[in-house]
């Protein structure tokens, strides 16, 4: 489906209210059936995850890359809440529509990587 | 960086000369009371390599570019200040510990700004020779050891005066190359388990004690240099080959006595000598940055405190009592209000001449202070959640008895669903931060450890700018306005 380059950036985890880790490894285990390269701790990327174990949301706050983005701040993704055993299915969820529309935008010769409505920074 | 197997390495390639209950130790890095201290600073290094944390405990060098540890790192914004609380937080949880690399992280803070500004004013040449310092700290991840407090004989009289004079690190030769020192540091956090020492002066120092205005590294085993181990309550349960009664198997800190025996000191590791007007300003320094430290390395482990005593009390069958329940409020409230407190010295710190960024001096020293109280209280609410069991329990081999063992199952479990060896452990966690080993970091560290309460007072009392006050209060009383 896409050959996506995903980074999934963490906080440093001194509080989470969530398990980043059991997010991370669901996230790179779908996005990865889909033809993704995920990888961790990177801008060198198309769209980044920023994945903060608490609301404070340190995986993104001291970031000033201008970078598509999904915000994960404890349970919630992009400031809605959202169930933790739902994070993952909906990370990816956001990011298979990030996919299409680059491969939209792509096949309509718009080659940037513009993705409209989505979070960024 | 150091993976925390090359650095477990580099120590064994050290030759520290240590003692330890009268005798020589050669493998302090095996030895059953130093080894907990070693793991949590390998801590440092593990979670460093660990995508899940290096956010926290990592930070890009501002000489090189390089990603190196963040306790290596002249923290470069305020953003830095916070990250850094943040990580000492983090590494508190994992270790329930004094993780001991702080100590270094903040005097290399110190010392750079202080000898940046001596060179603008006395055109010496400390900064450039410390940067260069910094240069092969960073590349090679050394923890380094920051040593401060000099034994002190006599507290009413200064360095000179005391009647021996090595109480203090002081200068005793000067030659061409170099300098030799003499003198000893005491209660020296993680000592053993460091690569190098960078030493500062204890006090403000007078024109008369210019000998003792000293800043300097040198090698962890460098010939003179010497070590002699401080006890901890309960030590000696680390070698009775359980894993219960030591409360915590894997973690721990250490003090030691570090001995300068007229140790030669090369010009290049020299950042103060003699220069006593700015031995004030390091010292302030330092002991800011370090009074910054403990609102995150303490309220770390005041979370593993918490979680044991709430543990305990479902053990107990006592989770829904509401007292419970409200001393586990009062226990977080105490804690977090210290991690507020150093939260904000950060936020509000500020950059100095050379680029690194200082804590707010009133409210690190704010946060000291209130630290020198809170841990007591929630240990005390800790003790009080768990019971008179966690001093009074049997030990570890009479629950492993053929016979007795049953005996010591049958009249220690609480609820039925808990296996008695559980509560046992959870309560000897919290006889371990209490009053056991750790509670020489939680408890007494909190006291005097960057400092005793008074320190912090002088400091606050500097601070407090009490003319803007009163001007305030006259200016809501109409005092003056007529």
Same mark, same amino acid.
């Given at each position: ?14 509080? #989470? ?7 991370a ?5 779908? %996005? ?19 994945l ?15 970078? #598509? ?53 | ?11 064994r390639? %050290? =030759?520290?000369k ?5 005798e ?30 290096q ?83 960073? *590349? ?22 005391q ?43 007078r024109?008369? !004690?210019?000998d003792?205005?000293?800043?300097f ?44 025996? !007229? ?41 593993? %405190? ?29 804690n ?23 804590? =707010? ?8 202070? =209130? ?34 063992g049953?005996?010591? *199952? ?26 056991g ?23 606050i ?20 306005? =007529?």
């Amino acid at each position: 489906m896409s050959d996506q380059r995903v980074s999934i950036n963490f906080c440093g985890g001194c509080n #989470p209210w969530i398990n980043r880790q059991e997010i991370a490894q669901e996230v790179k285990r779908l %996005l990865s059936q889909d033809g993704c390269v995920v990888v961790f701790n990177s801008y060198e990327a198309d769209l980044v995850i920023y994945l903060s174990g608490c609301s404070s949301n340190c995986a993104q706050k001291f970031s000033s890359e201008v970078i #598509p983005c999904v915000v994960v701040a404890a349970a919630s993704i992009d400031a809605a809440a959202v169930e933790e055993q739902k994070i993952a299915a909906e990370i990816v969820a956001r990011v298979r529509r990030f996919c299409k529309r680059m491969e939209v935008s792509m096949g309509s010769g718009h080659g940037s990587n513009r993705a409209d409505n989505f979070s960024r920074r | 960086m150091k993976t925390a197997a090359q650095y477990e390495e580099s120590l064994r390639r %050290l =030759n520290l000369k240590v003692y330890l209950q009268g005798e020589r130790v050669e493998n302090p890095v095996d030895h059953p009371i130093i080894r907990p201290s070693m793991n949590s600073v390998k801590t440092t290094y593990a979670l460093a390599e660990d995508p899940l944390y290096q956010d926290l405990m990592t930070a890009t060098s501002h000489l090189t570019g390089k990603k190196i540890n963040r306790f290596c790192h002249l923290h470069q914004s305020t953003d830095d200040l916070v990250k850094k609380i943040k990580m000492q937080r983090l590494l508190g949880q994992k270790t329930a510990a004094c993780f001991q690399r702080c100590v270094g992280m903040d005097a290399i803070n110190a010392v750079d700004s202080v000898t940046f500004e001596m060179d603008q004013k006395l055109g010496t040449k400390y900064h450039e020779r410390f940067t260069q310092f910094l240069l092969k700290m960073q *590349e090679e991840d050394w923890t380094v050891d920051g040593a401060m407090t000099d034994p002190k004989g006599d507290r009413g009289l200064s360095p000179s005066q005391q009647t021996d004079p090595d109480l203090y690190v002081h200068v005793t030769e000067r030659t061409d190359d170099g300098i030799v020192v003499r003198g000893a540091k005491a209660h020296q956090t993680g000592a053993l388990n460091s690569h190098w020492i960078l030493v500062m002066p204890t006090s403000t120092m007078r024109q008369e !004690d210019a000998d003792y205005a000293l800043s300097f590294v040198a090698p962890a085993d460098g010939k003179g240099i010497f070590y002699i181990y401080g006890r901890q309550s309960s030590d000696t349960r680390k070698l009775e080959g359980g894993d219960i009664d030591v409360g915590n198997k894997q973690f721990g800190g250490h003090e030691a006595l570090m001995v300068f025996d !007229d140790v030669f000191i090369p010009w290049e590791n020299v950042f103060m000598c003699g220069e006593y007007e700015f031995s004030g300003v390091l010292v302030e320094r330092f002991a800011g940055y370090h009074r910054q430290s403990y609102g995150g390395c303490k309220v770390g482990v005041g979370d593993v %405190l918490i979680g044991a005593a709430a543990v305990a009390a479902d053990y107990n069958g006592a989770a829904k009592a509401s007292h419970i329940k409200d001393k586990l409020v009062e226990m977080t409230h105490l804690n977090e209000t210290l991690y507020a407190c150093g939260i904000a010295c950060s936020a509000e710190g500020h950059k100095t001449a050379s680029g690194t960024y200082l804590i =707010n001096m009133l409210l690190a020293n704010v946060t000291k202070q =209130n630290v020198t109280r809170f841990p007591y209280e929630i240990a005390r609410l800790a003790e009080d959640i768990a019971g008179g069991l966690m001093v009074t329990m049997p030990s570890e081999k009479d629950l492993r008895h053929p016979e007795i063992g049953k005996v010591v *199952e049958k009249y220690f479990r609480g609820v039925a669903s808990v296996p008695t060896e559980d509560r046992m452990r959870i309560l000897r966690l919290i006889e371990n931060l209490t009053l056991g080993t750790a509670a020489v970091g939680y408890r007494t560290e909190s006291m005097h450890g960057a400092g005793s309460p008074q320190a912090q007072r002088i400091m606050i009392a500097r601070q407090s700018n009490p003319e803007r006050k009163k001007e305030l209060a006259k200016a809501i009383a109409g005092i003056g306005t =007529n």
